[in-house]
């Protein structure tokens, strides 16, 4: 993945080397064979935080969108949000607010400045982040969106520190683990490995990002 001057590359300029590097990452999902039958859930993980997850997420999202799916990203990092912030959208409580039983989950989805995008913030967690996360409206809400999407995307905090990726990685299609060229550590790689293995979740891959 190479370096990205703005965060949302791939819409705003689709004809660039960063915007053909996600076109690659959606190529090779492409050929996972993971697509068809249904929305399939892919979450986004990494061992430390600021290896661009959110960024890479985002960028992907964009891209499949251009390919013709319809997508749903989900914000699930209720500690360090960001996608609400990516994807500019406000007036939503968030999935905070809908496994906390305050909102419908047909009320938490904002369509951002793409159609065929949805984007569910994170909202604000009044309980600890992987106990919401592990309440059964968790599976219900991917149930439902899988009705009505092709692919839903989830972004989630560091997990080595924290179990929240632990916690959901058993409800998705697969893993895909986001590390940043020089920066992310071997053991904390091989850490995230064998913990996101622990879960008997499919790891589909790395995505190494900023590699300049
Ligand atoms: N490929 C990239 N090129 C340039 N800046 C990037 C790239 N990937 C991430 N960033 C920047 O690095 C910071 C951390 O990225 P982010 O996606 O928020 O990481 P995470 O979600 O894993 O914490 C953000 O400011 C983001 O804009
Ligand atoms: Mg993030």
Redesign the pocket.
Same mark, same amino acid.
């Given at each position: 993945? *190479?370096?990205?001057?703005r965060?949302l590359i791939a819409d705003k300029n689709p004809a660039s080397h960063?915007s053909e590097s996600f076109r690659s990452l959606r190529t090779y999902i492409r050929q996972l064979g993971l697509l068809g039958e249904g929305g399939k859930v892919l979450l986004f993980t990494?061992a430390e935080?600021?290896?661009?997850?959110?960024?890479? *997420?985002?960028n992907l999202a964009v891209s499949f969108v251009q390919d013709g799916k319809k997508v749903a990203v989900v914000d699930c990092?209720l500690r360090?949000p960001?996608l609400h912030t990516i994807f500019e959208v406000e007036g939503s409580q968030g999935l905070a607010a809908y496994l906390g039983g305050q909102e419908d989950a047909k009320d938490i989805a904002v369509f951002g400045n793409l159609a065929n995008l949805a984007v569910i913030p994170a909202g604000i967690a009044a309980v600890s982040p992987p106990d919401l996360l592990g309440s059964d409206k968790m599976p219900q809400l991917l149930e439902e969106l899988k009705g009505s999407f092709d692919l839903i995307l989830l972004?989630t905090p560091?997990a080595v520190e924290y179990s929240d990726a632990r916690v959901l990685a058993p409800l998705t299609d697969g893993v895909i683990i986001?590390a940043?060229y020089g920066k992310s550590k071997r053991e904390a790689l091989r850490k995230l490995k064998s913990l996101m293995e622990q879960t008997g979740s499919r790891i589909l891959g790395i995505a190494m990002?900023?590699t300049d």
């Open positions: 993945m *190479l370096r990205l001057n965060s960063v990494s935080g600021g290896e661009g997850k959110t960024t890479v *997420l985002a990092n360090h960001g972004d560091p986001v940043r990002n900023q």
